[in-house]
C-alpha cells in the first residue's frame, strides 16, 4: 500500500507549468503524468470550496462551503469556523486504521478542510505559532511549511496534505502577469524541490499528487466595483448577498433566472435549492470586474468560471503511479475525484 501525498499549490496557473518556469514540476510530470489541459474546480473557483472538496470528493451542494464565506443564519462568517458538512478523508482513514497528516500555509485551512481529525494537523488548532514566516499577505509562508514538515512526525504517515500558500498570495498581491509574479512561480518551484527531497527516502513507496485549487484573472482597477447587495435592493429582489472577488453569492435568492436580469452580472447559477424554494446562487462579473470595493485593492482575483483550471500532475516512485497518470490524462479530473483516488489507492470507507 503506497504513501499517498497530495500537494496543493494554491493558485498556481496551469499555463505557467513547464520546463523553463517549474522545472522541478515538469521533472514530475515526465516521471510520472498529468492533464495537458488541467483540472477543473468546483464553483465557486475559491480556495476554501474547492479545499473542502479536496477532503471529501463531494460537491458544495454536499459539503456546503458555497464561498470563502459563507452564511450561518444570521450573518456572513469564514467557513473555517464551521468547516465541510459529512465525511472527511481524515475520518474515513481513521476508520481504516490509516494514518494522516495535513501542514497547511493557510491556517484557516485547518477548519475548512476538518483537518483537526488528522492525527497530525499544522498549524496546531489553526492558529500560526509565534516567530513563523509569512508571506505577502500574512499566511505561512512555504518555508515554515517546509520546516514544519521536516520536523514533524507528518513524512511518515500513510496520507499527507500539504497545502503551500505562497502562489495565491503573490498573484493576489502582484496579479497573474506581472514580472514579480513570474519570479516569484520559479522561487515556488524551488520550494517544491525542497519538498520532493524531504520526501525521498520513502519515494518508491509514494504516490504524490501536485495540484492547484484555481487560477486568477487579473483585476481591472478603472470599472467600478459591482455591490450586490445594493443590486438587490435597488431591482427589489430578496436575498443575503455577499461579496468576493469575481463572485457573489446571495442565499435566499429568487434564483439565478432573476439575478441574472441584474446589470452588472455576467451570468449566475443556483448551487442549490432550500426547502422553502429559495436558492443559494452564485453570480459572476465581466472579466476583471470584482464584487466589492475592498477586493479591488488586489491585483489578482479569482471565483467565476474563468478561474477554474486546475494543475492535475502526479508523480512518485510507487507502482500505481502510472494507473494514476493514465486516469489524469484520460479526461480533465474534477475536483472531487481526488478523495475518492486516495481513497481506493489506500482503501478507504469514503462516503460520498
Request: aromatic share 6%; charged share 20%; with cysteine.
Amino acid at each position: 500500500m503506497p504513501r499517498v501525498v497530495f500537494l496543493i499549490e494554491d493558485s498556481l496557473p496551469h499555463g505557467r507549468v513547464g520546463p523553463e518556469l517549474t522545472p522541478t514540476l515538469w521533472s514530475l510530470v515526465e516521471s510520472g503524468g498529468w492533464n495537458p489541459e488541467g483540472g477543473v474546480s468546483v464553483l465557486a473557483s475559491s480556495t476554501y470550496p474547492n479545499h473542502a472538496t479536496f477532503a471529501t470528493g463531494r460537491d458544495v451542494a454536499s459539503h456546503r462551503i458555497f464561498t470563502n464565506d459563507i452564511w450561518d443564519g444570521q450573518q456572513f462568517v469564514c467557513s473555517s469556523t464551521i468547516g465541510p458538512v459529512g465525511g472527511t478523508v481524515f475520518q474515513a482513514a481513521r476508520r481504516a486504521g490509516r494514518s494522516t497528516a495535513a501542514v497547511l500555509g493557510d491556517q484557516t485551512m485547518v477548519g475548512c478542510m476538518g483537518a483537526s481529525q488528522a492525527d497530525i494537523h499544522w498549524p496546531p488548532k489553526g492558529v500560526l505559532p509565534e516567530g513563523t514566516e509569512l508571506d505577502c499577505l500574512g499566511y505561512a509562508a512555504n518555508a515554515a511549511v517546509i520546516d514544519a514538515l521536516a520536523s514533524s512526525d507528518a513524512l511518515d504517515i500513510d496520507l499527507l496534505y500539504i497545502h503551500m500558500n505562497d502562489p495565491d498570495s503573490t498573484l493576489h498581491k502582484f496579479g497573474p502577469d506581472a514580472p514579480e509574479t513570474v519570479e516569484r512561480i520559479r522561487e515556488i518551484d524551488d520550494d517544491l524541490a525542497s519538498v520532493v527531497e524531504l520526501l525521498q527516502p520513502k519515494w518508491d513507496e509514494t504516490v504524490l499528487f501536485v495540484v492547484s485549487d484555481h487560477e486568477q484573472e487579473a483585476v481591472n482597477q478603472n470599472i467600478e466595483p459591482i455591490d450586490l447587495a445594493a443590486e438587490l435592493y435597488r431591482a427589489g429582489l430578496p436575498g443575503h448577498a455577499h461579496n468576493e472577488g469575481t463572485i457573489g453569492i446571495v442565499y435566499d435568492s429568487p434564483g439565478a433566472a432573476s439575478i441574472k436580469t441584474l446589470e452588472p452580472i455576467e451570468d449566475a447559477i443556483d448551487l442549490d435549492h432550500t426547502n422553502d424554494g429559495t436558492a443559494i446562487t452564485l453570480a459572476w462579473s465581466g472579466p476583471g470586474r470584482v464584487f466589492g470595493r475592498s477586493n479591488k485593492t488586489l491585483a489578482g482575483q479569482h471565483g467565476s468560471p474563468r478561474t477554474r483550471t486546475q494543475v492535475a500532475t502526479v508523480s512518485g516512485g510507487h507502482p500505481a503511479v502510472a494507473n494514476m497518470a493514465t486516469f489524469l490524462a484520460a479526461k480533465r479530473p474534477h475536483a472531487t475525484d481526488y478523495a475518492h483516488l486516495i481513497a481506493n489507492l489506500l482503501d478507504l470507507p469514503l462516503n460520498r
